[in-house]
């Protein structure tokens, strides 16, 4: 069992920056780790994933303006979020699971995920 916490959601401005946390509780380490949203009307979107060996990936949606990072001492994944827009407000996840190949879009439908962190951009 793979327990994930996310933190870090809220409001801001388009053009601006926010950044998500994700703290992994238990001893399970999954080998991929990463984040997808979900908008209200719309369909579950990867967006980025870290799999252990350091491999990362992202959505063309979000490429360049989205970071993803972990800190392995404190369990704890990252999004740093650039240049929002409106269009990426949704309720954001933590995901992860076991799948070595470890794409952005294999992390849509994760084995494990975080109850979700509400970002919404204002334009």
């Known amino acids: 069992q793979v327990q994930l916490v996310e933190s870090g959601g809220g409001s801001v401005q388009a053009g601006g920056s926010l950044k998500l946390a994700c703290t992994r509780i238990?001893?399970?380490?999954?080998?991929?780790m990463g984040w997808f949203r979900q908008a209200p009307g719309k369909e579950r979107e990867g967006l980025a994933g870290?799999?252990?060996?350091?491999?990362?990936s992202y959505a063309d949606s979000v490429k360049g303006r989205f970071t993803i990072s972990k800190d392995n001492a404190k369990n704890t994944l990252y999004l740093e979020m650039n240049s929002l827009k409106h269009d990426d407000t949704a309720m954001y996840y933590c995901a992860a699971d076991y799948v070595v190949r470890c794409s952005y879009a294999d992390l849509s439908q994760p084995g494990f995920r975080g109850q979700g962190t509400q970002v919404t951009v204002s334009s």
């Open positions: 870290l799999a252990a060996d350091g491999r990362t």
């Open positions: 238990g001893s399970s380490n999954p080998y991929c």
